[in-house]
């Protein structure tokens, strides 16, 4: 019923910057997303929070990246966007686009996941 697209990932050296991007849309209408973010995982690890924003701009981070990465979101374009830089080889790994999705009033959130980008970070 929801789709979350991810784009940006991609290979970048130390230092750098990449900026990745998540959209979501249903068949239907979507009533609200209360929260969109960014995980990632490496193999043979769980996966992690990176950041996340609420609708009404209250945002987290993991301790790794704050400081480096930045998330903003568009509440009528339902899309977020995760902003890295002065990447590092440690944040190499898939990172998979978050939202947790109200279709309806009536019904309760579910939560959503994108298929994942991969991010590598050259020494």
């Known amino acids: 019923q929801v789709q979350l697209v991810e784009s940006g990932g991609g290979l970048v050296q130390a230092g750098g910057s990449l900026r990745l991007s998540c959209a979501a849309s249903a068949s239907g209408s979507i009533y609200s997303i209360n929260v969109m973010g960014w995980y990632r995982q490496v193999p043979g690890k769980q996966r992690e929070l990176v950041a996340t924003v609420t609708s009404g701009g209250v945002t987290k981070y993991a301790d790794s990246v704050k400081g480096r990465f930045t998330i903003s979101r568009d509440n009528a374009k339902n899309t977020v966007a995760l902003q890295m830089n002065s990447l590092k080889p440690e944040d190499t790994a898939v990172y998979y686009c978050?939202?947790?999705?109200?279709?309806?009033?009536?019904?309760?959130?579910?939560?959503?996941w994108g298929p994942g980008t991969q991010v590598t970070v050259s020494s």
């Open positions: 978050n939202a947790l999705v109200q279709l309806q009033i009536s019904r309760s959130p579910n939560v959503y």
